[in-house]
């Protein structure tokens, strides 16, 4: 196990620094960059209010986006986030409105989130169906269950105390607390612990991970596990800002978050990334959206962008490997 | 699935345990139990028109059939199909195109969207599911912003044979599909064509070594799906009279689950288009059985969700089991 963590450190440490040179400098200059170019066209768009909305109205992207990192580092996908998330948001405000105690309300996205996506985690591993399978049928039953049991009904009259966002934490709004911390834990941890290792190994090449002691089953059943965690604390920032939870899944969710996650550098062919470069992304993503209003450009052009943006991204990434590889044959 | 009919040491003859000769019995014996369970089920006015319901899915199963035996994938139909369907409409309405010219402009735009998914997966070696992704992202998204959520209506009145009429009884878009598949099945059965698609698919490298064109085979199957995918947008705007940039979201999980129900390995290699036409009927039956017992339509998708792991996941059983005792 320790040759394994130290194999990994060097390799991989290796690729973060030069990454962090690269991906997550480049994201955190495209993030200032924009907001000077926009600002001059429109100062309103510097105004703090708007910064505001902007950071807090979509730190929840940010958090499903760390534990989107995982999944596409240990070499799987998940497409069924975005309609878990609409689900648990109904589950914890139908909750609320019933009467159970806030904590619990603010617990049970957290669990069952992890419930759901270990079980994902469990079926893609132990009886190694495709993860693209099993969470495209996963989103569908979601999707499904939550229309047909709530009828598309809306969940009003929430309890003052239910809103979790609204809170402060040393001045600093509880959204975005909640984001740095998830990240700078889960950036420190996949970097430094062994299991946070064993999840480059797995993703890297799982024969290789399997020889050298890491178990790629068990890895890719915590890495699914843990998704779902991330997945119910975005849930509960992005649930507890709301007034009126829409009981219907917020639609091209789960493509916001994976775009978020390879704009940020973590690669699609798994074993490389960090979950800093797609929360920086998940903020650029955001920044471009609102841009988008303030220099007049019709909002049902976002998606295009976004959609642009992720291939770019994508096709940068695979050339760039590309090129990495011939040098490594020259050598 | 053409590779195991040479094992030997079978107790019943091959055909019987075929996946598609057990789907079309589980098909009959549905047929048969909703025609008990519901009298207005089984006439023939129902099939043909829930075979005109069906069409698009079908009509977009043929290339995904071809895409997964392949080992490949395409999530970007259904966004190809709203692409598609806003171009036709904004053509013709914006542009002055005639309408045939839009629908032939609708036909272009969506080889063209399969083109650049297929240059991408062939050139840059980008893996499909990736980039079908991020085209889903992208097509979706120009639909939204060509259309700026404005839909289309009031085509001319001949437009609608397409969607709404018959020949000879038959809905034309049914035609036009039965035709088709006879094309894909003789294709993918008979032809160099089809026998390199489970090449690449058993083993893509042993493909190369063998002197096939594992790019350009892949490079026309991924247009192929765009252009499938913009014929059936053709057929969905003329059947429901009016174009919105919402259209065919979705269309991914119902064709991929046809495909995968119908015996084509989601690992690539083996499938047949009979089975997808199998699977893509057995679809269209969940949706139209559990309709007429009163299931609202958003929750049939939760039983085609439950559907698609569930066949892969005996396939993949199954599999293991004959790899076994092999």
């Known amino acids: 196990m320790s040759a394994t963590a130290a194999l990994g450190a060097t390799s991989a440490r290796g690729w973060t620094l030069r990454r962090f040179a690269s991906q997550e400098a480049l994201l955190a200059v495209a993030v200032i960059g924009l907001a000077v170019v926009v600002g001059f066209i429109n100062p309103r768009f510097l105004a703090y209010r708007n910064l505001a909305d902007v950071l807090l109205g979509n730190a929840y992207i940010g958090i499903a986006a760390v534990g989107m990192s995982m999944v596409i580092i240990s070499g799987n996908i998940d497409i069924s986030v975005g309609a878990l998330i609409g689900v648990l948001a109904t589950v914890s405000g139908s909750l609320a409105v019933a009467g159970a105690p806030i904590v619990v309300c603010w617990l049970a996205p957290l669990i069952l989130g992890v419930a759901v996506m270990a079980a994902q985690g469990a079926v893609v591993a132990y009886l190694r169906i495709p993860a693209i399978v099993v969470t495209l049928g996963m989103m569908s039953i979601l999707r499904g269950g939550l229309i047909s049991v709530t009828g598309g009904k809306w969940i009003t009259d929430l309890p003052d105390t239910f809103h979790l966002a609204d809170l402060n934490v040393l001045g600093a709004p509880m959204p975005v607390v909640i984001m740095v911390v998830a990240t700078a834990v889960a950036a420190l941890w996949m970097r430094y612990s062994p299991r946070g290792r064993s999840i480059y190994a797995t993703g890297g090449n799982a024969e290789a991970a399997r020889l050298c002691g890491v178990n790629p089953q068990r890895t890719v059943v915590m890495v699914f596990a843990l998704h779902g965690l991330f997945a119910g604390a975005a849930t509960l920032v992005y649930a507890t800002q709301l007034r009126v939870i829409q009981s219907t899944t917020p639609s091209g969710l789960e493509l916001t978050i994976i775009t978020a996650t390879v704009v940020g550098g973590v690669s699609i062919l798994g074993g490389v990334g960090t979950v800093i470069g797609a929360t920086l992304a998940a903020i650029l993503i955001a920044e471009i959206t609102s841009a988008l209003v303030f220099i007049n450009i019709s909002p049902y052009w976002t998606d295009a962008v976004r959609g642009a943006l992720i291939i770019a991204t994508v096709i940068a990434d695979i050339m760039r490997r590309q090129r990495r590889a011939a040098r490594g044959w020259k050598k | ?326």
Request: charged residues 10%.
């Open chain 2, 1 to 326: 699935m053409s590779l195991a009919i040479e094992t030997p040491g079978r107790k019943l003859p091959r055909w019987v345990t075929r996946h598609e000769t057990m789907l079309a019995l589980i098909l009959a014996i549905a047929l048969l139990a909703l025609g008990a369970f519901n009298d207005r089920f089984l006439t023939v006015d129902n099939l043909l028109n829930q075979g005109r319901l069906m069409t698009e899915i079908g009509l977009i199963a043929l290339p995904m059939t071809f895409v997964i035996i392949t080992g490949g994938i395409d999530l970007s139909v259904g966004a190809i199909v709203g692409l598609c369907a806003i171009m036709l409409g904004y053509s013709w309405k914006y542009f002055g195109f005639p309408l045939p010219l839009a629908i032939l402009f609708a036909l272009a735009v969506g080889g063209a969207a399969g083109l650049v998914n297929g240059l991408v997966i062939t050139r840059i070696k980008v893996p499909p599911l990736i980039m079908t992704i991020a085209t889903l992202a992208l097509y979706r998204g120009l639909a939204e912003g060509v259309s700026q959520a404005h839909s289309v209506r009031n085509y001319p009145e001949w437009f609608y044979i397409l969607g709404q009429g018959s020949v000879l009884g038959v809905p034309t878009q049914l035609v036009i599909l039965i035709v088709l598949v006879v094309i894909a099945g003789v294709a993918l059965d008979r032809t160099t064509f089809g026998r390199t698609l489970y090449a690449i698919g058993s083993n893509e490298t042993a493909a190369r070594f063998s002197a096939l064109n594992v790019d350009r085979t892949k490079l026309v199957i991924y247009t192929l799906s765009g252009l499938a995918s913009a014929l059936a947008a053709v057929v969905l705007v003329s059947r429901v009279t009016t174009t919105r940039m919402d259209m065919g979201m979705g269309y991914e999980l119902d064709v991929i689950a046809a495909v995968v129900l119908g015996g084509t390995s989601i690992f690539g290699g083996s499938g047949t288009i009979w089975g997808t036409v199998i699977g893509v009927a057995m679809i269209q039956l969940l949706k139209n059985g559990l309709a007429l017992t009163g299931v609202k339509g958003d929750a049939t998708i939760i039983v085609i969700g439950v559907a698609l792991i569930l066949s892969v996941l005996i396939a993949s059983s199954m599999q293991r089991r004959r790899d076994q005792s092999a």
